[in-house]
């Protein structure tokens, strides 16, 4: 499994980002799909997470209500909508894909909110 994402950028605080992950190889046996983030000088942190079938999925705590994940299947992307983005939200996304036990990770997108 592959993931490329894109879609990070440099945004004034209050404003709104979509990031995609785009998954190739056997994304058919993938089971779940997340994002997680990392900011300078602080660990990896979960974001959100999201089953096969969209039918579940679950947030960190400080980013309830402003972001939400979604996939599209067809097109076998998974995204992150970001909304009522705060300077602390800074970090490079970084988009997960668990298969068969292993966890696949894509490059990192850069997200930069300016205050």
């Known amino acids: 499994v592959q993931l490329v994402e894109s879609g990070g950028g440099l945004v004034q605080a209050g404003g709104s980002l979509r990031l995609s992950c785009a998954a190739s190889?056997?994304?058919?046996?993938?089971?779940?799909m997340g994002w997680y983030r990392q900011a300078p000088g602080k660990q990896r942190e979960l974001v959100a997470v999201?089953?096969?079938?969209?039918?579940?999925?679950n947030y960190a705590d400080a980013v309830k209500g402003r972001f939400t994940i979604s996939r599209d299947n067809a097109k076998n992307t998974m995204y992150l909508q970001m909304n009522s983005l705060k300077p602390e939200d800074t970090a490079v996304y970084y988009c997960?894909?668990?298969?068969?036990?292993?966890?696949?990770w894509g490059q990192g997108t850069q997200v930069t909110v300016s205050s």
């Open positions: 997960i894909a668990i298969s068969r036990g292993y966890n696949y």
């Open positions: 190889g056997s994304t058919f046996s993938i089971n779940l």
């Open positions: 999201i089953t096969n079938d969209g039918s579940s999925t």
